[in-house]
């Protein structure tokens, strides 16, 4: 089926500073191994001419209430302001400050590629994604970034749900439980898409 889609996205979720950079409050470390998986997609995906479609997970009082359930969430407010939009921060591997929401240095969306920003875990939910992926006629999706289990896997659901043919690209994903990592890429293909490597998924859709 995957080989017959004319106009698959890629979606990069959540590869931000204050998730991928070193000493991030939100800090996935294992997202930095995935930096040049998820580059060589991006490449191929502009080669080919197809879309390549970022979220930015954006801070929102809605998630104060939880705060005391969800250690992170606490990381949201001040001082600490994680995924504030307009907050700059220093961050261990880099040598000037950063705003806080954006997608890392190595993975920069170009002029005129969508960024979607979004308060939830999924990048469907009270966001416009669907009406910029029927824009770009996309006929599925190969699913990217951070964090496997939560704003991947939601997001990833919602896109079947939305009727696209999804893939977990599995070496472009990155969490801090690996436990529940494998478990997420388990129960998606038992039930709901593709997981594949990178290089599975550029032989299939024809990527050079």
Known sequence: MLEHLKRPA??????????????????????????????DLIGKF???????????????DLYRPLAARFGWIGRLQPPVNACVPGFRRHYADLDAERDVIDVIDE??????????????????????LEDRLRAHEVDGLAVVGTITEMCVEDSARHAVH???????????????????????????????????????????LRLS
Request: proline share 6%; glycine share 6%; hydrophobic share 40%.
């Open 46 to 60: 502009r080669r080919a001419g197809l879309p390549v479609v970022y979220t930015r997970y954006i801070a929102d």
């Open 162 to 204: 939305h009727g696209y043919p999804t893939v977990l690209v599995a070496d472009g994903l990155s969490s801090n439980a690996p436990q529940q990592h494998e478990a997420t890429l388990a129960a998606f293909e038992r039930n709901y898409g593709w997981v594949m490597h990178a290089d599975e998924l550029g032989a299939v």
């Open 10 to 39: 890629l979606l990069v979720v959540d590869m931000q500073n204050d998730f991928v950079r070193r000493e991030a409050p939100l800090e996935v470390p294992s997202a930095r191994e995935t930096i040049s998986v998820i580059g």
């Open 107 to 128: 993975l920069l969306p170009r002029p005129g590629e969508d960024v979607v920003d979004k308060i939830y875990y999924s990048a469907f939910h009270r966001t416009d």
